[in-house]
């Protein structure tokens, strides 16, 4: 009677253990798998407070060009990592914050815009590029991977946008070259066999893009 009664606690005891250790036993799996991402891709970049004391340090610039690329449609970090930088919503707050320290801004970007060819992969592009709008981009250029998805496409997603397109092949949504006077300053945005051109009407010249889209010395 008395092991009868001892096997009945010690099942008591032991039967609800199994679904306690199993959640215990994800947890470590999950803190494992967060410590293993972090240290395989640490966080690389400037603090932002250190870019806007380093921009308010000496002389003032005549300019502050921002340019970003690679986005590839997505609206926020994948979340690979942890402390994972970027996001549509960091970088609005980041062009915001340069943008009040009270310098000229040219905002552009140097391509590989979209990625994907599903019906979502679309809106996501088209919500990147109002947002990009929103933040007051000034160009975007058009890398060999954008330009893949063929005119219909990208004359629907330049419906949405608010700057131009800069590419080297050219139609009614695309052009070769922008030029923007700041202050003194005539700069140019190119891409392509524009260079040329552009050299001839601008103090300065930015190439976007794309080394391989650029003409080369013979």
């Not at 052009?175 to 009407?201: L, N, R």
Request: glycine fraction near 8%.
């Amino acid at each position: 009677m008395k092991r009868a009664i001892f096997a009945l606690i010690l099942l008591t005891a032991v039967v609800p253990l199994p679904p306690f250790y199993g959640q215990w036993a994800e947890s470590q799996r999950l803190n494992r798998i967060q410590e293993v991402k972090q240290k395989a891709r640490p966080v690389f970049g400037e603090q932002l407070e250190a870019v806007l004391s380093e921009l308010r340090s000496g002389e003032s610039p005549s300019v502050v060009i921002l340019y970003t690329g690679n986005t590839k449609s997505h609206l926020e970090p994948c979340g690979c990592y942890q402390e994972q930088s970027g996001g549509l919503p960091r970088r609005a707050y980041i062009v915001e914050q340069i943008r009040r320290q009270g310098f000229p801004i040219l905002l552009v970007d140097a391509g590989n815009i979209f990625d994907g060819k599903e019906e979502i992969d679309t809106k996501r592009g088209m919500v990147n590029l109002k947002a990009m709008s929103a933040m007051g981009y000034d160009a975007a250029a058009l890398s060999p991977a954008d330009l893949a998805y063929g005119d219909a496409y990208l004359s629907q997603q330049r419906a949405v946008a608010t700057f131009p397109f800069l590419a080297s092949k050219q139609n009614d949504f695309t052009q070769s070259f922008m030029m923007k006077k700041v202050e003194k300053h005539t700069i140019a945005f190119v891409v392509g066999m524009a260079q040329e051109q552009a050299t001839s009407q601008a103090d300065v010249v930015v190439a976007l893009g794309n080394a391989g889209y650029l003409p080369h010395e013979p």
